[in-house]
Every structure is written in structure tokens, then in C-alpha cells.
């Protein structure tokens, strides 16, 4: 029997074969939670309405709007998931250290971010039909063209990217110690609603309207994000 | 330069001190036991042999590296323990061909055969195994997987005397038939002595003995008499009271001419087993459990 010399690149691409095999549930999740979010948009996302002498009237909007809020609650779980002690306990059954877990996670993630947005205009067409054939009195007000589309698929992919990388970054950082586990989420959601240099962060990129310079900005921090912890974070033990 | 290295390995967990300046050589290409009452440190040392746990002070290196973190030692040992997880919804064929992907040395036709022999059906989901069923199916893979080093860490949990019997038997035949580093951890060492070549035994994190088991057979003699015989004797490992003025000592074997001389004092001599001469050592100063009564 002799001693086989690994590389990372054999070792990453045999632990994302795995991954993408051992974690299918994460995308039946997934379809759940949509499902769900269709359901509660079919019959209008948001209402209005008002009344004259001569009328009462009531206008409801259907969007996906809540189907892309749902996605993005599922990315933000996924990947405290993926760094629990069982999953943890599966990943280092097979041939793999911190570094091709951390990069072969950080791929699922990317692969996450494309079915999610896939899946997400789908189910936005099928509202539309849904809603179209099933309810009375539908006047289309918007047209979907294949731009509109793409857009869509391209925000969702990009927005679930980010905060499943930062969620996974901030699961990463809670498994460091004990008190982080406390600490992490009470610091996170201080700098979000307090003014703390990261909130014109954050403005610098949920305000941007040009979609090229968001994937942009997204991308970036994504890799900064991606880079830290890679690199950064390779002591985490395997408890048992 | 052994695989399996330590030199006063040190492992702290806050407070408590699980491994304390251990100094260890693993034989290469040997069957050796890790043996050692509860607490002993006996998961704790192979959880860091694995690379799953760091040493907090000392040297650790197994083929000649650190194994935390360590890709090539990943790729080469294979350890075997009852936290292993699959994944919810795969069934036993779909993780042995999960092992046949990541291990070249992965012998699929072993595992089928030894899965059908202990009555595991591959398209079964290992979820909804037995304690012992699971046990059983971490054991076929650890015997499947031929990497040059295997830990076994209390392969037999759970199993029945009939499938722990066959386990053994499967062991030493796929070790004669492929020879790698084996370690394995258990109470069991009655159940081993046919089977292990190399014995280590622990305590508190430390070590007690690293012998080869043909050694350890004939390490101590278990003497009874009355304590004016007894009072004199060397190298005693253990003493026990039997009441109406009747001990019982356990003393490093002192030859077969002074063993004799023994006999011949009114002395009754007789043989330790391995397995009990490992509880003696470990249970020195706690009394029997006679006392509590």
C-alpha cells in the first residue's frame, strides 16, 4: 500500500462533488421556503385602496417580491449548517484540512446563489401565470422581457452570494470560541443599526441602482470576504 | 522513524489536562492497541494523531508531519470512530461510492462482501441503522478504505459478541493480507489478545506501559498468601485484601527460578491476564470496589 501525495486542487474538487451530492436537502429547503412565499404572494404582495361617491375600489400588487425575501432568509441559514459539528464530522470523513473545507463550502455557496436565482424566476413566472389564469379582474401593468429576467436572476444570485458568504464568515468566526457565539450576532446587529463606519458600507452598496456596478461591488466584497477567511481562519477543530 | 510519532505531547482543554507529556512510537505496519480505562485519553490521542485536534504543547508527527491541517496526512489515514456522520439521505451504496471516489485504495468488492456477510442491506439509509448496525458499518468501512494508517476508536460499540467475534477475524485477515499501521482503542483487550501485537496503555493522560502483547502476557504473576509471605516481595504493581489475613499481589514476573522459590515457600502463584493486569495498573491507590460495600 503506498503513501498517496494529495493536492489541494484533487482534494477541493472531490469535497465539492461530495458537497453537491451530501447537501441536495439544502435546495429541497430551499423549494419549501418558496413555495411558501408563493403562496403568500399569489394573493398580492401589496394592497391599497380607497372610495368615492361612486366607488369602493381595491388594488392588490403581485410581485416576487417576497419569494427573493424568503431566498434570502434561507441563504442567511444555510451556512451555519454547513459548519455544524455533524456536517463538520461528515466533511472530515473524507480527505480534506481547513483550507479545502473553507473553499469548497465558499463554492457551494456560489453554486447556492445560481440555483436560488434560477429557481427564484421561475417561481416569479409562475406567479405570474398562476396569478393571471386564477384570479379575476388581473390587468398586467408590467411586462417581463428577458432583461427583466436576467436582472432578476443576476440580483437574487448576486444578493444571496453576499449574504451567504458574510453569514458563513460570521459562522466561521462564532465557532472560534464559546462567548463569540454570543458576541458575533449582538456586534453584527450593532453596526447595522447604529452609526458605525459600516452602515455608509453597506449604503455604498444596497444604494447602487446600476446592476454592473453592484455585481461589482458585490463580487468584491464577496472575494475580500472569501480571501479572509481562507486564509485567515485554520484552527477550527473537529470535536466530538 | 515510526509513522506515529509523539514526544511529550500535551493536550489541555481549559482546565483539565487530557493528555500530559506523553512520549509514544507507534510500530510501523503493526496491529497495536490503545488500551485504558474511561478517561483515560485514549479518543483524545487519536482524535490529534487524526489531525482533528491540536496538540497544546509537544510533537506530534505522523509520516513525519504536524497532522492538523495537514492534506497528505488526511489522504493517507483513515480514522474510525462512532461520531461518524453520512449523509441524511444516502444509502449505504451511495457512501461507499462516496469512499471509492476519495480513496484509491478503496476495496468496493470487501465492502459489499462484508456489508452482505453482517447483514447490512446497501440500500438501506445509515440513519435509520442499530447503534450496533452502525458501528458495524464504520468498522466495514475502516477495513474497506486501506489507507496506511487506521485508527479504530471502540470499533465494536454496541456489537453483538457474534459480529465483534467476525470483526476481529475480518481484521486480521485484511491485515495479513494488506499490512498498515493499526491502531485500535478498547476495553476489550481479553477479546484482542490473539489479535494485537504491540499493547500501549494510558492513564490520566499518561503512559503506563507500551509492551508487545506476547511480553505483556507473561508481564506479572498474580501471588496470594498471607501478608507475613507476601511482605518482601519486589516490584509489586498491585495488592488486594481477601480477608482472614489472605492477599493477593500482583509483581513483575520474577523469573521462572524465584517463582519457584515462591512455590515452594506455600506461596500460590498463578498467571495475569493481559486484561486484568491493565485494570491493576490503571487502579492503583482507588481499592476494590468491595470497599464501597
Known amino acids: 500500500m503506498s503513501f498517496k501525495e494529495m493536492s489541494d486542487k484533487t482534494a477541493i474538487v472531490q469535497q465539492v462533488r461530495f458537497k453537491l451530492a451530501a447537501f441536495s436537502l439544502v435546495f429541497s429547503t430551499l423549494a419549501i421556503i418558496q413555495l411558501i412565499a408563493f403562496l403568500f404572494s399569489i394573493t398580492g404582495s401589496q394592497s391599497s385602496g380607497g372610495m368615492s361617491d361612486v366607488m369602493v375600489y381595491q388594488v392588490t400588487e403581485i410581485n416576487s417580491n417576497l419569494i427573493v425575501i424568503f431566498t434570502l432568509l434561507w441563504a442567511l441559514a444555510i451556512p451555519f449548517g454547513m459548519l455544524s459539528r455533524d456536517q463538520r464530522q461528515m466533511e472530515f470523513m473524507f480527505v480534506t484540512n481547513r483550507f479545502v473545507s473553507h473553499v469548497s463550502n465558499l463554492v457551494f455557496i456560489v453554486w447556492m446563489a445560481l440555483v436560488a436565482a434560477f429557481f427564484t424566476v421561475a417561481l416569479t413566472l409562475t406567479l405570474h401565470v398562476t396569478a393571471y389564469v386564477v384570479l379575476d379582474d388581473v390587468s398586467v401593468e408590467t411586462i417581463l422581457s428577458l432583461s427583466d429576467l436576467a436582472i432578476l436572476w443576476l440580483f437574487t444570485g448576486l444578493w444571496v452570494l453576499l449574504i451567504a458568504t458574510t453569514s458563513y464568515s460570521l459562522a466561521v468566526l462564532m465557532r472560534l470560541h464559546t462567548l463569540l457565539k454570543v458576541i458575533g450576532p449582538a456586534v453584527v446587529l450593532g453596526l447595522l443599526f447604529y452609526q458605525t463606519p459600516v452602515a455608509p458600507f453597506i449604503e455604498w452598496i444596497v444604494l447602487e441602482t446600476t446592476i454592473a456596478w453592484f455585481a461589482l461591488k458585490v463580487l468584491l466584497t464577496v472575494s475580500v470576504i472569501s480571501l479572509v477567511v481562507v486564509f485567515g481562519i485554520r484552527q477550527l477543530e473537529v470535536r466530538r | ?293
Open chain 2, 1 to 293: 522513524m515510526s509513522d506515529i510519532q509523539l514526544k511529550n505531547v500535551t493536550k489541555r482543554y481549559r482546565q483539565k489536562t487530557a493528555i500530559s507529556s506523553l512520549t509514544l512510537d507507534i510500530p510501523d505496519k503493526s496491529m497495536t492497541g490503545l488500551v485504558g480505562p474511561n478517561g483515560a485519553g485514549k479518543t483524545t490521542l487519536l482524535n490529534m494523531i487524526a489531525g482533528f485536534e491540536k496538540t497544546t504543547d509537544g510533537e506530534l508527527t505522523v509520516f513525519g508531519e504536524e497532522p492538523f491541517d495537514h492534506l497528505n496526512v488526511a489522504a493517507n489515514l483513515f480514522y474510525v470512530h462512532d461520531g461518524m456522520m453520512y449523509p441524511q439521505d444516502f444509502r449505504i451504496a451511495d457512501v461507499f461510492r462516496a469512499f471509492q471516489t476519495n480513496y484509491p485504495h478503496w476495496d468496493q468488492a470487501l465492502a459489499e462482501q462484508l456489508a452482505q456477510h453482517f447483514g447490512l442491506d446497501i440500500r438501506q439509509m445509515p440513519r435509520y441503522l442499530s447503534k450496533g448496525q452502525a458501528s458495524t458499518l464504520n468498522a466495514v468501512i475502516g477495513l474497506a478504505v486501506h489507507t496506511p494508517v487506521t485508527l479504530f476508536d471502540e470499533p465494536t460499540t454496541g456489537m453483538d459478541y457474534g459480529v465483534r467475534r467476525d470483526f476481529y477475524r475480518a481484521l486480521l485477515k485484511s491485515y495479513l493480507a494488506t499490512p498498515r499501521t493499526i491502531v485500535l482503542s478498547s476495553h476489550l483487550l481479553n477479546e484482542l489478545e490473539d489479535l494485537l501485537e504491540h499493547v500501549v496503555l494510558i492513564n490520566r493522560g499518561e503512559l503506563v506501559l507500551q509492551t508487545e502483547m506476547d511480553d505483556l502476557k507473561h508481564y506479572a504473576v498474580g501471588v496470594s498468601g498471607t501478608e507475613e509471605q507476601l511482605n518482601g516481595l519486589e516490584n509489586v504493581l498491585y495488592q488486594e485484601s481477601l480477608g482472614f489475613n489472605q492477599h493477593f499481589w500482583v509483581i513483575e514476573h520474577p523469573g521462572e527460578s524465584d517463582l519457584n522459590r515462591l512455590r515452594e515457600q506455600g506461596l500460590s502463584v498463578a498467571p495475569v491476564a493481559p486484561a486484568d493486569l491493565c485494570v491493576y495498573l490503571t487502579q492503583t491507590g482507588k481499592g476494590d470496589i468491595d470497599d464501597v460495600f
